[in-house]
């Protein structure tokens, strides 16, 4: 958006009439800088397309992940629990357990590290 000759503002681009014709050479400047450069160094080209995921939107996806990830751990923990490990020493029951109980905080500490990862 520009002002026009007589204060108003217009909305346009380049060519399109915003500077009402009088070769306003300060919004043809601006307009022609914000031009499409291929050659423009990475850090001067659109980054829309590829933005790095924001620490907000991490923490949303963990969560969600999280929410998802640790009932079908347990059931899946306590399914293999009531099942055949029931046949087993009882040795080798504690063990399953200590494992089963504990195994699930290596996804959840990697997935948490991501999600506290820095912008």
């Not at 399914?79 to 040795?91: F, S």
Request: proline share 6%; aromatic share 10%; charged share 15%.
């Amino acid at each position: 958006m520009s002002r026009g000759h007589r204060g108003h503002f217009c909305i346009g681009t380049f060519g399109s009439g915003g500077s009402h014709g009088k070769g306003d050479s300060r919004s043809r400047a601006s307009t022609q800088s914000r031009a499409w450069n291929p050659v423009a160094a990475p850090s001067e080209k659109s980054n829309e397309h590829n933005a790095p995921v924001t620490r907000r939107t991490r923490k949303l996806i963990g969560t969600l992940v999280l929410i998802l990830f640790l009932p079908v751990y347990v059931w899946f923990a306590a399914a293999i629990g009531m099942g055949r490990i029931t046949l087993a020493p009882a040795i080798v029951q504690f063990f399953f357990f200590i494992v089963a109980g504990l195994l699930w905080v290596l996804p959840a500490g990697l997935l948490i590290r991501w999600m506290q990862r820095p912008d």
